[in-house]
T-cell receptor
Framework: DADVTQTPRNRITKTGKRIMLECSQTKGHDRMYWYRQDPGLGLRLIYYSFDVKDINKGEISDGYSVSRQAQAKFSLSLESAIPNQTALYFC????????????FGSGTRLTVV | DAKTTQPPSMDCAEGRAANLPCNHSTISGNEYVYWYRQIHSQGPQYIIHGLKNNETNEMASLIITEDRKSSTLILPHATLRDTAVYYCIVRVAPFSIIQGAQKLVFGQGTRLTINP
């Protein structure tokens, strides 16, 4: 099983719909992140969380919200999806105590029509 | 975090060493150099990181210049599976508890193509 699991892998939704992307991890890491990737723009940070009670905005948080339900779970919500939120979304984790790099999930490809 | 500059693309023959450069002239003393790669829309994969000494692991070697203003990632015997976008990232000490210190900021990276 993957260390960082994202669901769904692919999703097509309509403009205005609410959608949730889920991320769970088995690495025991305390820190979790959501990134989005658009062609030619690299990865951009949406939100990050250093523990269950800590949520921080990244560089492009408008239109998104997150929930850290447990140390192992970090969900990203689009309250009212719009077409320019069509992108590849990645969840990642890291550990303050043993920082040998982030571990990324396999991604969720979201299309808003 | 310091800004990095990488060439947009590079080619390398299979079996040869691939040397990927990165400039980070504004790096400060407590900032590390990290390398990640992303193979065709998969999640980015951590490769290696270092502060000022050269580092080597099972995947690659990292050479950091003495003034720390640039570095080179070396894949010693490139294979076709090494074709990917490689990202050079600079950020503060990994064990820092400063708010936001562990954010990874990705640039455009270098698209490395390994040719048969």
């Amino acid at each position: 099983d993957a260390d960082v699991t994202q669901t769904p892998r692919n999703r097509i939704t309509k403009t205005g719909k609410r959608i949730m992307l889920e991320c769970s991890q088995t690495k025991g890491h305390d820190r979790m992140y959501w990134y989005r990737q658009d062609p030619g723009l690299g990865l951009r940070l949406i939100y990050y969380s250093f523990d269950v009670k800590d949520i921080n905005k990244g560089e492009i948080s408008d239109g998104y919200s997150v929930s850290r339900q447990a140390q192992a779970k970090f969900s990203l919500s689009l309250e009212s999806a719009i077409p320019n939120q069509t992108a590849l979304y990645f969840c990642a984790t890291s550990d303050l105590r043993r920082d040998y790099g982030y571990t990324f999930g396999s991604g969720t490809r979201l299309t808003v029509v | 975090d310091a800004k990095t500059t990488q060439p947009p693309s590079m080619d390398c023959a299979e079996g040869r060493a691939a040397n990927l450069p990165c400039n980070h002239s504004t790096i400060s003393g407590n900032e590390y150099v990290y390398w990640y790669r992303q193979i065709h829309s998969q999640g980015p994969q951590y490769i290696i990181h270092g502060l000022k000494n050269n580092e080597t692991n099972e995947m690659a070697s990292l050479i950091i210049t003495e003034d720390r203003k640039s570095s080179t990632l070396i894949l010693p015997h490139a294979t076709l599976r090494d074709t990917a976008v490689y990202y050079c990232i600079v950020r503060v000490a990994p064990f820092s508890i400063i708010q936001g210190a562990q954010k990874l900021v990705f640039g455009q990276g270098t698209r490395l193509t390994i040719n048969p």
